[in-house]
Each structure stands twice: as C-alpha cells, then as structure tokens.
C-alpha cells in the first residue's frame, strides 16, 4: 500500500547506543521531515531534506544526523543516544507543490523511543 | 522566527455542544498557510482543516470551521456537535509559502474531551 512508514515503532535502548530510525514513503514526496514529540512541547522540527542528498537543520538538530541518498527514504540516526532523547518520533512527507499551490503533509505512524 | 501558540492546555465540551480552540501566532509574512491536525490515542497525526492567509473565506470541512483574523493573527477552531470520537489533542500548525519557511511549526497543542 502506498503510503509513509516508520521502523520500528517501539525502541528501547541504553544511553551511549547507536540508533536509528528509519522511514520510507512511496510516493516519491520532495519534501521529508523529522519531527520529535515531547509533553508540553508540541511537535519540533529536528531536520529536514527537499530532496535527496539535501538536508537542513530544524529546531532542534543536536545529537541527530540524517541522510537521503534515496527519495523514498529519510533515515534519522542518534549516534550516541541519551535520556533527554525519550520521545515519539515523527516522520512526514510532502510533495513539491506547484507554483501558487500548497499541499497536504503526511505524517507516519510514529516511533516511540525510550533511552535508559 | 514564526510562533505558534495555544495558551490552553485543556479544554472539555459536553457530547452534541460546540467547542472553540484557540490559537494565535506570529509571522512578517504575509501570505502563508494554517492548519489544524487531530492526534486521537493512536498517535496518528491526521488533518483537520487548513487556511490560505490569502483567502478571506473561512474554511469549513464538515462539523470542523475557522475563524480566522488576519490582522489579530488568530486561528480558531470550531467544533460542532461534538462526538465522542472528536476526544483528541489538536495541534495548530503554521507554514510559510516557499523556501526556508515552508516547513510547518506547532503550537504545543490542546487536549479536548468529549464528555457523554
């Protein structure tokens, strides 16, 4: 089915451990997006690509890398996961609206990441 | 920078009755776009409604209606004859039209009850 993906859904892991959260999307979306959730906080924008091999900081980028070599896919690594990193994670995708338009964003299902 | 904000935290209506979530934000553009997302338990982030700031007209989906004040820079929701599947957090959420701007900001989003 089309549509956006996440993996996994539930991840729990030690402080200092590698992570990574990946998401995939089928319908060729420009646009990429990783969001965290955290109580009180909303959703924030961790980084962004406007299409592969782009990539750009949001809010709050320390600790995250990303990479798009493919369009489909929008990995977000920890590379040294702490405590302050427990949320939902939230992938989403858009694609490139025509001049004077504007569209809809799709959010995945969401990663929920617990770091002991 | 662009700000989103939602100063009530909760908020509860009785079953069949109407409710109205605020929203206010901040921006020096002058064309953008509004929305409000609906997260029920599942998590999924789902659209509700959105807003061209060029369009005079308030949009309308359903039970689901803004009033939105350009000037004031607000952006309400109303919800009429409420269900109890309308029980959810709501997330007002604001994009510029292109370029660095056109990814979406949150405001820390508002839970609704929906008592029987």
């Known amino acids: 089915d089309a549509g956006i993906t996440q993996s996994p859904r539930y991840k729990i892991t030690e402080t200092g451990r590698q992570v990574t959260l990946m998401c995939h999307q089928t319908w060729s979306h420009s646009y990429m997006f990783w969001y965290r959730q955290d109580l009180g906080h909303g959703l924030r924008l961790i980084y962004y690509s406007a299409a592969a091999d782009i990539t750009d900081k949001g809010e709050v980028p320390d600790g995250y890398v990303v990479s798009r070599s493919k369009t489909e896919n929008f990995p977000l690594t920890l590379e040294s996961a702490t405590r302050s990193q427990t949320s939902v994670y939230f992938c989403?995708?858009?694609?490139?609206?025509?001049?004077?338009?504007?569209?809809?964003?799709?959010f995945g299902p969401g990663t929920r990441l617990t770091v002991l | 920078a662009q700000t989103v904000t939602q100063s009530q935290p909760e908020m509860s209506v009785q079953e069949a009755e109407t409710v109205t979530l605020s929203c206010t934000y901040d921006?020096?553009?002058?064309?953008?776009?509004l929305f409000w997302y609906k997260q029920p338990p599942s998590r999924q982030m789902i659209l509700v409604i959105r807003?061209?700031?060029?369009?005079?007209q308030n949009a309308t989906e359903n039970r689901f209606s803004v009033n939105f004040q350009k000037a004031a820079k607000s952006f309400s929701l109303k919800i009429s004859d409420s269900q109890l599947g309308d029980a959810a957090m709501y997330f007002c959420?604001?994009?510029?039209?292109?370029?660095?701007?056109?990814?979406?900001?949150f405001g820390k989003g508002i839970t609704l009850s929906v008592r029987p």
């Open positions: 921006t020096s553009e002058s064309d953008y776009y």
């Open positions: 959420a604001y994009r510029g039209r292109s370029g660095a701007n056109s990814k979406l900001t």
């Open positions: 989403a995708s858009r694609r490139l609206a025509p001049e004077g338009g504007t569209d809809t964003q799709y």
């Open positions: 807003q061209e700031a060029y369009k005079q």
